[in-house]
């Protein structure tokens, strides 16, 4: 289509030369840097996460690191979920609000010590608002960037790889949980995390000169297992019904509509960003919920740069965030914000660029 202008604006990731030498040909923009987002085929990219072990480059998912005294205070400020029983060593996973209740990020929150926090971010600039939360609340808190970059390993076979690199150690690590290591020498963490529900690791590298090595130890290690480059799949994302922030939500999204209300805690104080507004949106309930719809018609026909209006019985009640061919299911599926009018089993019409398409609501995940 068009080419990127190269740019100091656009950070490249430690991984970028490795990703260049793997073949990737397609990518976004997202946090301001590459993400790789295929490598030339797709399905085969598809089927290796579903059955074996895909290597990615997230290094897009940028930390936002807190530390001082006031560290854990901040950290909980900018949570509308309880951290007090989170360990060192653990990570969660945060719905991030801004003071209007809407969703502004969703971070997975690394406890490195008990004044040590990294928030591992999606798409928007949390070390801005965390700066500026931390300063109008006078918090003895320093705000920075680390040299530290995630890199994935995806798919079934994931562990194994990870294992035959690390130690059997990683088979014991709880989900989100992390530990502290070396690989070759090279400072790491390891986590058990990633954005896909076929299982899998994310290795954050802490020295972004040693990024094409880290990438090759685990591209050569992995080769028994069939590993291969992929990246974030929508495909997979959607039947697995994970959420993507930016993308499936806008800005006056909150948590309850998108199926996140589940990591809000109404019960942490009140001087948590978004917490009042939360509190008075659970108890009026949310105005809209997010569905899937399965289109009819056996094309794949993804979505473009727009969300597509939802229509029931005539009236216009949501959008359609988010489009992909399943090959699993073997039709396009996608999601819906739309009002609680609408409902699971409701027969709906898209209007789409080329046309209007009959599709149906019903329950997520997809699978
Ligand atoms: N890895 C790292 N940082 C990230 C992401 C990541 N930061 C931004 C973005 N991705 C955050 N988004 C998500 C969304 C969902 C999950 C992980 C990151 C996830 N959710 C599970 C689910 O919804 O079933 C489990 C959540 C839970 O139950 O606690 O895994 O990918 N480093």
């Known amino acids: 289509m068009f080419s990127i202008f190269p740019t100091a604006r656009l950070r490249p990731s430690p991984f970028y030369d490795a990703t260049v030498a793997e073949g990737m040909n397609s990518a976004m923009v997202y946090n301001g840097m590459i993400l790789p987002a295929s490598y030339g085929d797709r399905e085969?990219?598809?089927?290796?996460?579903?059955?074996?072990?895909?290597?990615?480059?997230?290094?897009?998912?940028?930390?936002?690191?807190?530390?001082?005294?006031?560290?854990?205070?901040?950290?909980?400020?900018?949570?509308?979920?309880?951290?007090?029983?989170?360990?060192?060593?653990q990570g969660k996973y945060v719905a991030m609000c801004n003071h209007d209740g809407a969703i502004v990020n969703d971070p997975i929150l690394l406890k490195l010590d008990e004044d040590l926090?990294?928030?591992?971010?999606?798409?928007?600039?949390?070390?801005?608002w965390a700066s500026a939360i931390a300063a109008e609340r006078k918090l003895d808190v320093e705000i920075t960037e680390p040299d530290?970059?995630?890199?994935?390993?995806?798919?079934?076979?994931?562990?194994?790889?990870?294992?035959?690199?690390?130690?059997?150690?990683?088979?014991?690590?709880?989900?989100?949980?992390?530990?502290?290591?070396?690989?070759?020498?090279?400072?790491?963490?390891?986590?058990?995390?990633?954005?896909?529900?076929?299982?899998?690791?994310?290795?954050?590298?802490?020295?972004?000169?040693?990024?094409?090595?880290?990438?090759?130890?685990?591209?050569?290690?992995?080769?028994?297992?069939?590993?291969?480059?992929?990246?974030?799949t929508s495909a997979e994302r959607t039947e697995s019904g994970l959420v993507s922030v930016g993308g499936d939500t806008s800005d006056n999204t909150n948590p309850?509509?998108?199926?996140?209300?589940?990591?809000?805690?109404?019960?942490?104080?009140?001087?948590?960003?978004?917490?009042q507004a939360l509190r008075k949106i659970a108890e009026e309930g949310p105005k809209r919920?997010?569905?899937?719809?399965?289109?009819?018609?056996?094309?794949?026909?993804?979505?473009?740069?727009?969300?597509?209006p939802i229509i029931l019985n005539g009236e216009h009640l949501g959008d359609m965030t988010n489009c992909v061919w399943s090959p699993r299911m073997n039709a396009n599926i996608g999601y819906a914000l739309i009002s609680v009018k609408a409902q699971i089993g409701d027969d709906?019409?898209?209007?789409?660029?080329?046309?209007?398409?009959s599709a149906k609501l019903v329950d997520l995940p997809f699978i």
């Open 148 to 232: 530290v970059s995630p890199m994935a390993l995806q798919g079934p076979m994931a562990e194994d790889v990870v294992a035959h690199v690390c130690g059997d150690w990683v088979r014991d690590l709880k989900y989100f949980w992390f530990r502290e290591s070396h690989i070759d020498g090279i400072p790491v963490a390891v986590q058990r995390s990633g954005w896909s529900k076929q299982g899998g690791f994310e290795i954050y590298l802490r020295d972004g000169t040693k990024g094409t090595q880290l990438w090759n130890i685990f591209k050569e290690a992995g080769q028994p297992w069939g590993i291969g480059p992929g990246a974030p």
């Open 117 to 128: 926090f990294w928030f591992s971010i999606a798409d928007s600039d949390v070390w801005l």
């Open 256 to 275: 309850y509509e998108v199926r996140l209300g589940r990591y809000v805690d109404l019960h942490v104080p009140d001087h948590v960003v978004g917490i």
């Open 289 to 308: 919920h997010q569905l899937g719809v399965i289109l009819e018609g056996d094309v794949p026909a993804p979505l473009g740069l727009n969300w597509e």
């Open 348 to 357: 709906v019409t898209i209007q789409r660029p080329a046309g209007e398409v």
């Open 44 to 89: 085969a990219e598809y089927w290796r996460l579903i059955n074996g072990v895909s290597q990615w480059d997230v290094a897009v998912e940028r930390q936002v690191q807190l530390k001082g005294p006031d560290a854990a205070e901040l950290a909980q400020i900018l949570s509308p979920r309880d951290l007090t029983k989170c360990k060192v060593g």
